[in-house]
């Protein structure tokens, strides 16, 4: 289970405000915080949701977002002023040196005076559609892999940036969130596949809902509603 600690490069928080030209509300625009900050079971002190019933709570208390994905969207995507900073996916947490392929279900990482425990990887939504100002942006971003990931709060405590993830425990090493992410994307209808991950008591009642449901009817949800409209999404 050897993993160098990570520095977080940023800690990013942001209040609920319109959305680009959606006529929508949205806090996915977050700004680096200047200190340290109270993480409770919730979230960060000070971060907002526009839509609590698909964004934030427990299992969804943290983002984290690699940074080192930035030079790949700014090669596909141009200099866009929205990734000159970190905070442009709608993180709350910025570093380099891990990402989908490093991180595992159920990983427990001491945050500064914090215990996080990794719950799922991100489902984009459309809202990055209009962060971004480009149709078919959280499509883009679901096929690169390069989604982020969640954590739950085990112990609530305060968070700096500068402060380090240090890993404490790894229950899944063979459940990497870049091959979790394959199943779900690739669309896999293996029932055994989807029935084991359905089963992962780490992963977030979510998904462990979802991949139960595929096994059980041998089909995959619709994703137009979440990809492309605020109807039904799921980020």
């Known amino acids: 289970m050897p993993m160098e600690p990570i520095v977080i490069d940023a800690l990013l928080t942001g ?4 959305l680009g030209d959606s006529g929508k509300t949205s806090a996915i625009g977050k700004q680096p915080a200047p200190g340290r900050l109270r993480l409770g079971l919730e979230g960060l002190d000070g971060d907002e949701q526009a839509d609590r019933r698909h964004h934030g709570g427990p299992e969804k208390a943290l983002h984290h977002y690699a940074r080192e994905h930035y030079a790949r969207w700014r090669g596909e995507l141009g200099e866009l002023p929205v990734l000159a900073a ?39 939504c459309w809202k990055l559609n209009h962060r971004f100002g480009a149709p ?12 982020g990931w969640y954590y739950r709060v085990l112990e609530p405590g305060w968070l700096s940036p500068g402060d380090t993830l240090a890993l404490q425990a790894r229950p899944h090493p063979q459940w990497t969130l870049a091959r979790v992410q394959d199943i779900l994307n690739r669309r896999v209808l293996d029932a055994g596949i989807l029935r084991t991950l359905a089963a992962l008591p780490e992963l977030s009642p979510n998904w462990r809902a979802l991949f139960e449901k595929r096994a059980r009817l041998g089909e995959v949800e619709d994703w137009k509603p979440r990809l492309e409209g605020e109807a039904g999404a799921n980020r």
Request: some cysteine; proline content about 7%.
């Open 86 to 124: 970190p905070g442009a996916f709608g993180e709350n947490l910025s570093t380099v040196g891990m990402t989908e392929a490093d991180v595992c279900v159920g990983d427990i990482f001491r945050a500064g005076g914090a215990l996080i425990q990794v719950s799922q990887a991100r489902q984009p």
């Open 15 to 18: 209040p609920v405000r319109p």
């Open 136 to 147: 078919g942006m959280s499509a883009r971003v679901q096929a690169s892999g390069m989604t």
